[in-house]
């Protein structure tokens, strides 16, 4: 199965300023998606990155916001611009693929923990 | 539009106790794909079970047991003999299949408390 490293694991961002978060797989996936956990919370997908074209966004998160970057079939940026203490979430990637439990399951990083001040 | 209801927000069980967590879904597809998840407070997300739509047996491992009911759209959990090592958020969370772009849904979780 795929091998995805994250980075950075955790940051403590300022208000006001944009931090990216990169996103680099082990092998070549088709469709890569991005996270949000906010304390307490649950998983919400905020959107599914494909290789090539501009990714697909979830009801209540925009571009602007959430720029997403996949210039090539192993690799992704989430950037989360214009912060405030709202932003404060864990972030994780996610890829679909093979995994030892069978054909098609999910990966995931082992996450972003973002705190913004 | 697919959605996964998990309507037990928190449990608490003492040890040795049994204990089943709900999930309730909601999709058009035919085909599709139910999973759980484990996130311990360390906050990575550890695969437990992946089922899909069209095999309804239910599965054991170890401790743990899925009863899955299409009928009812119901993905239950059941630990048995709970440990203090079980104390963590369970979700379960649900995937399209053919065209619908494959992404995954979670519920809103179910925090699991096992107490010596």
């Known amino acids: 199965s795929a091998v995805i490293s994250q980075k950075p694991s955790r940051d403590i961002c300022q208000r006001g300023t944009s931090l990216t978060i990169q996103c680099q797989v082990d092998?070549?996936?088709?469709?890569m998606f991005w996270y949000r956990q906010q304390p307490g919370q649950s998983l919400t997908l905020i959107a599914t990155a494909n290789q090539g074209s501009e990714a697909t966004y979830e009801s209540g998160f925009v571009i602007d916001k959430f720029p997403i970057s996949r210039p090539n079939l192993t690799f992704s940026t989430l950037t989360v611009s214009n912060m405030s203490p709202e932003d404060s979430s864990i972030y994780l990637c996610s890829v679909m693929g093979p995994t030892p439990e069978g054909p098609y399951g999910y990966t995931f990083g082992s996450g972003t923990r973002l705190t913004v001040v | 539009a697919q959605k996964v209801t998990q309507a037990q927000t928190e449990i608490s069980v003492v040890e040795k106790e049994d204990v089943t967590l709900d999930c309730v879904y909601e999709t058009r597809d035919t085909t599709y794909y139910l999973f759980w998840y484990k996130q311990p407070p360390s906050g990575e997300l550890v695969f437990l079970i992946r089922?899909?739509?069209?095999?309804?047996q239910n599965e054991i491992s170890g401790r743990y047991s899925w009863n899955f009911q299409k009928s009812t759209s119901s993905f239950n959990f059941t630990i048995t003999a709970s440990q203090v090592v079980d104390s963590a958020v369970y979700f379960c969370a649900l995937s399209e299949g053919g065209n619908q772009g494959g992404k995954l849904i979670f519920g809103q979780g179910t925090e699991l408390s096992v107490k010596p």
């Open positions: 089922r899909n739509s069209f095999d309804e």
């Open positions: 092998s070549q996936v088709t469709m």
